[in-house]
């Protein structure tokens, strides 16, 4: 149980185009979700807590006219990067916590973004 | 705020050979502690956690880490590696109240 998706895993798109990464929770529902930013050979670095039905919350620096999160039902999370430049190419994690036992989290696979 | 260290970017073991991961973190009080797995081309996997209890706890695949609170480490053991055991592992501290803060992590490589 506890499995979270990611779609796509990959993804190459031009300078200036806007990309949108799903994240699902297949066999539960999850009121919170994670986004995460991995960068090569470094850690996850949180990026934003996104709830079913409220806006998300931004971890300092990190840019919410940009990066869009949308959590409009308790499976599916969406992060829209606008207005993509080669500089938030990245390797973007998303995660969920059970309603039960929001002290463990559960990753997604993770999507690669590169920028052209 | 919390941050956390692993002691070793790379670690390369020979099979059988036994394996620790250093672990540390440095904000006191009560705290959450995980180390997750990350296999080559797979998703992050929890290994094992401690909430509360034995400071020795037992995860899956034979491993088991030991938290010692008056030294704000949680290491990572396993007796004897295997080959499969290759990947990058992450300590994480969730802190009541605040979210989680991951280590660096360590890649792990087993010679066969």
């Known amino acids: 149980g506890a499995v979270v998706s990611q779609h796509p895993s990959w993804v190459i798109c031009k300078s200036g185009t806007s990309v949108k990464i799903e994240c699902r929770s297949l066999d539960f529902q999850a009121t919170t979700m994670f986004w995460y930013r991995q960068f090569p050979k470094q850690s996850l670095m949180l990026m934003a807590t996104?709830?079913?039905?409220?806006?998300?919350?931004?971890e300092q620096g990190v840019e919410k006219d940009k990066f869009l999160i949308n959590h409009a039902s308790l499976t599916l999370s969406t992060l829209t990067v606008t207005s993509a430049h080669p500089e938030d190419s990245s390797f973007y994690i998303c995660?969920?916590?059970?309603?039960?036992?929001?002290?463990?989290?559960?990753f997604g696979p993770g999507t690669r973004l590169t920028v052209l | 705020a919390q941050s956390v260290s692993q002691h070793n970017h790379h670690v390369i073991l020979s099979e059988a050979a036994s394996l620790e991961l250093g672990c540390n973190y440095s904000?006191?009080?009560?705290?959450?502690l995980f180390w997750y797995v990350q296999y080559p081309g797979q998703h992050l996997q929890l290994l094992l956690k401690y909430f509360s209890g034995d400071p020795l706890v037992k995860g899956i695949k034979g491993f088991e880490a030991e938290f010692i609170k008056s030294k704000f480490s949680f290491n990572l053991r396993k007796p004897s590696v295997q080959w499969s055991d290759t990947a990058e592992y992450f300590c994480?501290?969730?802190?009541?109240?605040?979210?989680?803060?991951f280590g660096p992590g360590t890649r792990l490589s087993v010679l066969p």
């Open positions: 904000y006191g009080g009560t705290v959450n």
């Open positions: 996104s709830n079913e039905g409220s806006k998300a919350t931004y």
């Open positions: 994480a501290v969730l802190h009541y109240g605040q979210n989680f803060v």
């Open positions: 995660s969920a916590t059970l309603p039960t036992s929001t002290d463990t989290q559960y």
